[in-house]
Each structure stands twice: as structure tokens, then as C-alpha cells.
């Protein structure tokens, strides 16, 4: 599985950025796909998962204010999304993409997303 993420970029504190993944490969064989960050100086963290089911859960710090989604037909994942509203200092971080196949982890890579207050 490849995973190619974008829409990254620098915004206001209080704006909104939409990130998205593509993915290819075995997407037929995609379990669940999230999103993850990790700040400076701090551990990667996960922020959004979203499930084959389409049950969605969200860290505590971005819930009311992200919401994840997907892009599938006919049962392959096709893409994931992050749409990420009231942006706050604190989201700043490289954002990344992540599928789980079976027990494997496939990650994409990062992209910066920078909020000044």
C-alpha cells in the first residue's frame, strides 16, 4: 500500500485546512486508515481513525473541531481526509497518513501543517 498525503500548509489560528491521502496499491485490502501528528519535541500521536465499517473516533484534543472521511467504491480505499476546523497553535505539527493491513502499519509521508496565533 502506497500513501501520499497533502494539503498541509500554514493558516491562521481560527482557519480551517482540508488534508488528504491517496492511497494505492492493495487498497482492497485496507483494514482502517487514520491520522496521525507529531509536534516538535513531542511523541506521534493519533488523531483520527476512521474504520472499514466507517466508525470514526477522534483524540479527545480535536473532537467538535476535525472531522475524518473516506473515499471508497466497491470496497477499495481510495482516499482519506481530514478536514480540520477552529485551527488552534497547538495543531501545529507534521500530519501523516497511515493504513493498517491486516496487523501490518503502512505510512505516507508527512505534511506540515503550521497554525499561527
Known amino acids: 500500500v502506497q500513501l501520499q498525503a497533502s494539503g498541509g500548509g500554514l493558516v491562521q489560528a481560527g482557519g480551517s485546512l482540508r488534508l488528504s491521502c491517496a492511497a494505492s496499491?492493495?487498497?482492497?485490502?485496507?483494514?482502517?486508515m487514520a491520522w496521525y501528528r507529531q509536534a516538535p519535541g513531542n511523541k506521534r500521536e493519533q488523531v483520527a481513525v476512521i474504520t472499514r465499517g466507517g466508525y470514526a473516533n477522534y483524540a479527545d484534543s480535536v473532537k467538535g473541531r476535525f472531522t475524518i472521511s473516506r473515499a471508497s467504491r466497491d470496497n477499495a480505499w481510495k482516499a482519506v481526509y481530514l478536514q480540520m476546523n477552529s485551527l488552534k497553535s497547538d495543531d501545529t505539527a507534521v500530519y501523516y497518513c497511515?493504513?493498517?493491513?491486516?496487523?501490518?502499519?503502512?505510512w505516507g509521508q508527512g505534511t506540515l501543517v503550521t497554525v499561527s496565533s
Open positions: 496499491g492493495s487498497i482492497f485490502s485496507i483494514n482502517l
Open positions: 497511515y493504513a493498517q493491513v491486516g496487523p501490518d502499519p503502512y
